[in-house]
């Protein structure tokens, strides 16, 4: 996916409410983003009062969406740096296209992660008349690898669990000793529960960690509050698990990780340190010197918008 706010600010990872010792969570409100010509979606990060949650830096939740005689979903090809692309569709097939040479369709259950590195460029397209529901999200690079040469990997399996009645999808990192196999550079966790009937059960949670919790089908109930579809519930650190209720088929996404201490700057497809570098991202874009060709796509290639 790509940012295509018209003016997008330059976004600071730091620059966000800090929360009271007391105050261990904050809901967050995903706000309306465009993705493509004319799929709308719902943006729960960055968000104005939360850049991050451990490295995760973007999160963008799209569908269900009927593109059934429609375009469908197309993203034309755009450069990514300093931050790794992550996507897991729920209903639908994506296909993906990249400058390494990639072509790999993406199907329900599966993960695509594009490690930018220090440049690479990719196209992002819908399979005609399908519906599509699903995630991506952005992983900041920690500086110490945050140039390094671009690599494209699909995940066909993804580890899962039973807990009480709940699958839990082990996306990245590590719960409850299972681990999965996606390359993360950060200590970090995805999880996705699945609530095969309504069920209670206390989660545990890495003490060292912050959280987020957006639901993707339906809601999930945390210490007596609902969370609902449209709301990304933050939690601070040092909580060792947590009380959850779930109803049958809600489908919940749950990340977390260890607080990001570097100071990163977000600004359209990049994730950088300083100005100067998205600059100099944006100029070598519009020149094609360092992020290589799509090859295939049938449509425009997207250009940054202007650098305020
Ligand atoms: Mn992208």
Same mark, same amino acid.
């Given at each position: 996916?790509?940012?295509?706010?018209?003016?997008?600010?330059?976004?600071?990872?730091?620059?966000?409410?800090?929360?009271?010792?007391?105050? &261990?969570?904050?809901k967050?409100?995903?706000?309306?983003?465009?993705?493509?010509?004319?799929?709308? &979606?719902?943006?729960a990060?960055?968000?104005?009062?939360?850049?991050?949650?451990?490295?995760?830096?973007?999160?963008?939740?799209?569908?269900?969406?009927?593109?059934?005689?429609?375009?469908?979903?197309?993203?034309?090809?755009?450069?990514?740096?300093?931050?790794?692309?992550?996507?897991?569709?729920?209903?639908?097939?994506?296909?993906?296209?990249?400058?390494?040479?990639?072509?790999?369709?993406?199907?329900?259950? %599966?993960?695509?992660?594009?490690?930018?590195?220090k440049?690479?460029?990719?196209?992002?397209?819908?399979?005609?008349?399908?519906?599509?529901?699903?995630? %991506?999200?952005?992983?900041?690079?920690?500086?110490?690898?945050?140039?390094?040469?671009?690599?494209?990997?699909?995940?066909?399996?993804?580890?899962?669990? !039973?807990?009480?009645?709940?699958?839990?999808?082990?996306?990245?990192?590590?719960?409850?000793?299972?681990?999965?196999?996606?390359?993360?550079?950060?200590?970090?966790?995805?999880?996705?529960?699945?609530?095969?009937?309504?069920?209670?059960?206390?989660?545990?949670?890495?003490?060292?960690?912050?959280?987020g919790?957006?639901?993707?089908?339906?809601?999930?109930?945390?210490?007596?509050? &609902?969370?609902?579809?449209?709301?990304?519930?933050?939690?601070?650190?040092?909580?060792?698990?947590?009380?959850?209720?779930?109803?049958?088929?809600?489908?919940?996404?749950?990340?977390g990780?260890?607080?990001?201490?570097?100071?990163?700057?977000?600004?359209?497809?990049f994730?950088?340190?300083?100005?100067?570098?998205? &600059?100099?991202?944006?100029?070598?874009?519009?020149?094609?010197?360092?992020?290589?060709?799509?090859?295939?796509?049938?449509?425009?290639?997207?250009?940054?918008?202007?650098? !305020?």
């Amino acid at each position: 996916m790509s940012d295509l706010i018209k003016t997008p600010k330059i976004l600071n990872s730091k620059e966000c409410l800090t929360l009271s010792p007391t105050c &261990i969570s904050q809901k967050l409100r995903t706000h309306r983003a465009l993705v493509g010509d004319d799929v709308t &979606i719902r943006r729960a990060l960055p968000h104005r009062d939360r850049k991050t949650i451990g490295a995760w830096c973007f999160l963008d939740h799209f569908g269900p969406l009927d593109l059934t005689n429609t375009e469908g979903l197309r993203v034309g090809p755009h450069p990514h740096i300093g931050l790794q692309t992550f996507t897991y569709p729920l209903v639908g097939e994506i296909l993906h296209r990249d400058s390494l040479g990639s072509k790999q369709k993406i199907q329900p259950g %599966q993960i695509n992660l594009m490690t930018a590195g220090k440049g690479i460029s990719h196209s992002e397209e819908s399979l005609p008349d399908t519906i599509l529901h699903g995630v %991506q999200l952005w992983i900041a690079l920690p500086d110490g690898v945050r140039h390094m040469e671009p690599n494209f990997i699909h995940y066909e399996n993804i580890p899962s669990l !039973k807990l009480d009645n709940l699958q839990i999808n082990i996306l990245a990192g590590e719960f409850l000793n299972l681990v999965s196999p996606v390359k993360v550079y950060s200590p970090l966790v995805g999880l996705e529960l699945i609530a095969m009937e309504d069920t209670t059960t206390n989660l545990p949670l890495n003490p060292k960690f912050e959280y987020g919790i957006l639901p993707l089908i339906g809601n999930i109930e945390i210490a007596n509050e &609902i969370v609902d579809i449209d709301t990304l519930l933050y939690l601070s650190c040092s909580k060792p698990s947590m009380p959850v209720r779930v109803k049958k088929g809600s489908r919940i996404l749950i990340i977390g990780g260890e607080p990001f201490q570097e100071d990163i700057l977000i600004w359209w497809n990049f994730v950088a340190r300083t100005k100067e570098e998205m &600059i100099e991202a944006a100029n070598a874009w519009n020149n094609h010197t360092t992020f290589g060709e799509v090859k295939g796509y049938q449509g425009k290639e997207l250009t940054p918008p202007p650098l !305020k």
